[in-house]
Nanobody, 126 residues
Framework: QVQLVESGGGLVQAGGSLRLSCAAS????????MGWFRQAPGKEREFVAG????????DYSASVKGRFTISRDNAKNSVYLQMSALKPDDTAVYYC???????????????????WGQGTQVTVSS
């Protein structure tokens, strides 16, 4: 069992930066692949970034690649999302998610993640 708590959201102007954090409780955090997802009003939840449990590999959606960076610190049971050059289209509730990952892979589909945080709102003004 893993519990996830996101923080770091807020209101920022276009072009600005934010850093989201996700703190995990429970044992064996390093056994979990981690992902960040977002959901805007009226839209489906979408993959933003993922990192495998060994931290060797990351993946990003095309819309954020080059602007966002995902990282994790297994010693601190935490995963982060550094967001730069933010755009109004990035406005959404951002969720972190975890899934047991014996295959050490990055998974893009939300349905394949077992644990979710409560979300943190990111609003980018134009």
């Amino acid at each position: 069992q893993v519990q996830l708590v996101e923080s770091g959201g807020g209101l920022v102007q276009a072009g600005g930066s934010l850093r989201l954090s996700c703190a995990a409780s429970g044992r064996s955090f390093s056994d979990y692949g981690m992902g960040w997802f977002r959901q805007a009003p009226g839209k489906e939840r979408e993959f933003v970034a993922g990192i495998n449990r060994s931290t060797r590999n990351t993946d990003y959606s095309a819309s954020v690649k080059g602007r966002f960076t995902i990282s994790r610190d297994n010693a601190k049971n935490s995963v982060y999302l550094q967001m730069s050059a933010l755009k109004p289209d990035d406005t959404a509730v951002y969720y972190c998610a975890a899934r047991p990952s014996p295959e050490d892979a990055i998974v893009l589909l939300p349905i394949l993640y077992d644990y979710w945080g409560q979300g943190t709102q990111v609003t980018v003004s134009s």
